[in-house]
């Protein structure tokens, strides 16, 4: 499923994305090191490198990875894309969100991304979405 509408990733012309079920759709662009998602009027940001790091992290595990999307404050599914996102045992001990109050939900909006570039495939289900490196 082709998750972008246009866009080439910068601020006058951003990636137009859907959310793995493809129903929402939000902006994104590079912006000096972050990655700013654009959902409605609400902005949140992300660190750029959370792309490399994924990456890595999805090819390490060499299968699918549950999504595990969930709101910063709201528990996660140990194991997930959004647990590791928060872990302060991946490589930026922490969040990768850095907009606090909007650090969640980082497995709804970075994955759809990421399989645009070509690094990961993503499930487009209603629910339980999973992705694995590319």
Known sequence: MNMITYGSGTKDDPWVLKTPPGTSEYQMWRDEGLLVC???TTKLT????CLDDLHAML???GDWVLLGNADE??????GSVEAWARDEG???GGY???RKGYRGRFANYVPPLME???LAEVEHNARGNRMRAL
């Open 38 to 40: 654009m959902v409605g």
């Open 46 to 49: 992300y660190l750029a490198r």
């Open 59 to 61: 090819k390490a595990r």
């Open 73 to 78: 404050g709201k528990p996660v599914v140990e």
């Open 90 to 92: 991946n490589p930026v």
């Open 96 to 98: 990768y969100g850095q």
């Open 116 to 118: 645009v570039l070509g």
